[in-house]
């Protein structure tokens, strides 16, 4: 019995155990995929097939138009000619502004873009590809003359390499481009570019107002061509990266920030000084570009050219980090600089009455009337505190009299300041008081500057004979009126306890100083300064013929005779 018990428990095991170590069978699905995957392994690993795979590719069906030719899309606001040779603008007319010979303007720099490529031209880091790719003859989905909004592909494929440039318009400055450059199956980094300046730059002052201008997580800045480097990489969050100069943009709007390329270039060109006379001595200028692209391999970008106009940047976004366009707005490409929170509501004034009266040139000359006689409190505060102070010259004198035999480093000199300060205490003057007129008037005066100098609207608007208030005063009528008119103005404001040698200079040298400055300067400015000077010269007159404008011509004419001297001391 026990022996039958033990047979079977090992006829058991040993069932069991043949089971456990029988060979297993592949199944016809395992089978194919080993078989797979060793043809897969001996197939990378060999030479042969690697030229076979490349000869593949190189089989597919090339994209290749057969000759060049033009598509020109077209809204209310620009005429953009295409060629498909690179898929790049040729013309980039802007229908509401003109150059300086009166022709519509153009935003490529025609000059410039022949050496250096022309927009919407592709930027690789292999000098060979990216010639490749902006001679190629592109097949686009339209041709002739088409109305935005619209969308226009353009496709080239050749051997291993497949190129896909994708434009989308509607009707405001902005387009929006797609790029893809494919090669061999893998992303090739192709940027999209601006890469040679703006059309509206003429002569030498205008090339050498371009800027390059970023906004990095909100973070605006702007640097002038000179600091510049050609061919830099930055890898940044970018909400926009811009060529500008005074009046036009061409400026990037990166679609996924935190994952865009920048690439500034920044070149040279021979310039003429004066546009007006283009074979006249010609000047090295900077020209700056732009490029644009995507640290994934495929580009998607905004791209605003046009005009600085204000209602037009504040109607333009960046894109925010949720992928909408409602981040920042592009008015900072404005340069109103560090006196932005009183240049922009200067400009809006301007602007609130240009709308009135219908021409620049006068609602310049009324804002300024309007600050002046804003400022005339201050005026009067600045001559009462000059007539105070030299109601009690003769008391200051006497104190300077008491210490007069210390020496300027002993120490009782400060018992002379204490009786100094009081005395201006117990008189009520204020010490600052003639200074806080030049205090409050110098921040609105380059505020004034930064409006005129900067917005377009100003670029081609006349007034008189004046015809660009963007421009100097052709003439230069402007400038001897200021020259004239701050003579004027120091010739008759009684001064009487200044220096002689410091009288004729602000008598002579500052209006000389200030009329020369302005020789060249934006007619606009130079006309609010001359008006300035003209009302001053009305206001000062008024003044004179008050009571306290006699005592201080009294007290001036008192002090010359003691003192013998012959120089301007004010006349009624």
């Known amino acids: 019995m026990r022996s039958m018990l033990a047979f079977t428990v090992l006829a058991i095991v040993a069932l069991l155990a043949f089971q456990y170590f029988k060979p297993q069978t592949p199944t016809p699905t395992q089978q194919q995929q080993s078989q797979a995957a060793n043809q897969t392994a001996q197939t990378a690993g060999s030479p042969a097939s690697s030229a076979s795979a490349v000869t593949a590719m190189s089989a597919s069906p090339a994209v290749v138009a057969t000759s060049e030719s033009q598509t020109i899309v077209e809204n209310e606001l620009y005429r953009i000619t295409f060629t498909n040779r690179g898929a790049q603008v040729k013309s980039w007319i802007l229908k509401k502004y003109k150059d300086s010979h009166g022709r519509p303007l153009d935003m490529v720099n025609q000059n410039a873009a022949a050496s250096f490529g022309y927009p919407l031209s592709l930027y690789t880091y292999e000098p060979a590809l990216t010639a490749e790719l902006n001679q190629a003859l592109f097949q686009p989905s339209a041709t002739g003359v088409v109305a935005a909004p619209a969308g226009i592909v353009f496709k080239y494929a050749n051997g291993p390499l497949t190129v896909t440039k994708t434009f989308t318009?509607?009707?405001?400055?902005?387009?929006?481009?797609?790029?893809?450059?494919?090669?061999?199956?893998?992303?090739?980094?192709?940027?999209?570019?601006?890469?040679?300046?703006?059309?509206?730059?003429?002569?030498?002052?205008?090339?050498?107002?371009?800027?390059?201008?970023?906004?990095?997580?909100?973070?605006?800045?702007?640097?002038?061509?000179?600091?510049?480097?050609?061919?830099?990489?930055?890898?940044?969050?970018?909400?926009?990266?811009?060529?500008?100069?005074?009046?036009?943009?061409?400026?990037?709007?990166?679609?996924?920030?935190?994952?865009?390329?920048?690439?500034?270039?920044?070149?040279?060109?021979?310039?003429?000084?004066?546009?007006?006379?283009?074979?006249?001595?010609?000047?090295?200028?900077?020209?700056?570009?732009?490029?644009?692209?995507?640290?994934?391999?495929?580009?998607?970008?905004?791209?605003?050219?046009?005009?600085?106009?204000?209602?037009?940047?504040?109607?333009?976004?960046?894109?925010?980090?949720?992928?909408?366009?409602?981040?920042?707005?592009?008015?900072?490409?404005?340069?109103?600089?560090?006196?932005?929170?009183?240049?922009?509501?200067?400009?809006?004034?301007?602007?609130?009455?240009?709308?009135?009266?219908?021409?620049?040139?006068?609602?310049?000359?009324?804002?300024?009337?309007?600050?002046?006689?804003?400022?005339?409190?201050?005026?009067?505060m600045m001559m009462k505190s000059s007539l105070k102070m030299q109601r009690v010259q003769p008391k200051m004198e006497a104190i300077k009299k008491k210490y007069a035999h210390l020496k300027a480093t002993d120490p009782k000199r400060a018992e002379m300041n204490a009786e100094t300060m009081q005395l201006y205490k117990e008189e009520g003057i204020n010490m600052y008081g003639s200074c806080l007129p030049i205090l409050v008037q110098m921040p609105l005066f380059f505020a004034y500057y930064r409006v005129l100098a900067n917005v377009i609207e100003l670029r081609q608007a006349s007034w008189g004979w004046l015809p660009n208030l963007a421009i100097a005063d052709p003439w230069h009528i402007l400038p001897i009126l200021i020259i004239a008119s701050m003579f004027l103005v120091q010739f008759i404001t009684p001064s009487p306890g200044m220096d002689p040698a410091q009288r004729r200079m602000m008598a002579f040298m500052m209006p000389a100083i200030f009329g020369f400055s302005m020789w060249g300067f934006a007619s606009g400015l130079a006309l609010y300064w001359a008006t300035g000077n003209l009302l001053n010269l009305g206001i000062q007159l008024g003044i004179n013929n008050s009571g306290m404008g006699r005592e201080l011509h009294a007290l001036a004419a008192k002090r010359a005779a003691k003192t013998g001297n012959k120089t301007i001391q004010g006349r009624r």
């Open 169 to 380: 318009f509607n009707n405001s400055y902005v387009i929006d481009a797609q790029v893809s450059v494919i090669r061999s199956g893998l992303p090739v980094r192709a940027l999209v570019a601006w890469p040679s300046g703006l059309g509206d730059q003429e002569e030498v002052s205008q090339y050498a107002a371009s800027k390059f201008a970023t906004s990095i997580d909100g973070k605006r800045d702007s640097v002038t061509a000179n600091k510049v480097s050609g061919n830099a990489t930055l890898e940044q969050s970018y909400d926009y990266a811009a060529a500008i100069d005074l009046y036009f943009a061409a400026a990037f709007l990166p679609s996924v920030p935190a994952r865009a390329t920048v690439i500034t270039l920044h070149n040279a060109i021979d310039a003429p000084k004066d546009a007006a006379q283009p074979n006249a001595e010609k000047f090295k200028s900077p020209v700056l570009g732009v490029a644009v692209g995507d640290t994934s391999g495929v580009t998607n970008t905004r791209l605003f050219a046009g005009p600085l106009q204000f209602d037009v940047l504040g109607s333009i976004h960046t894109t925010s980090p949720d992928g909408k366009t409602d981040g920042e707005d592009l008015k900072p490409l404005i340069q109103f600089g560090f006196l932005k929170v009183i240049a922009e509501p200067l400009f809006l004034l301007l602007r609130f009455v240009y709308r009135y009266v219908g021409n620049w040139g006068w609602a310049i000359i009324l804002v300024t009337l309007f600050f002046n006689l804003l400022m005339l409190p201050t005026r009067l």
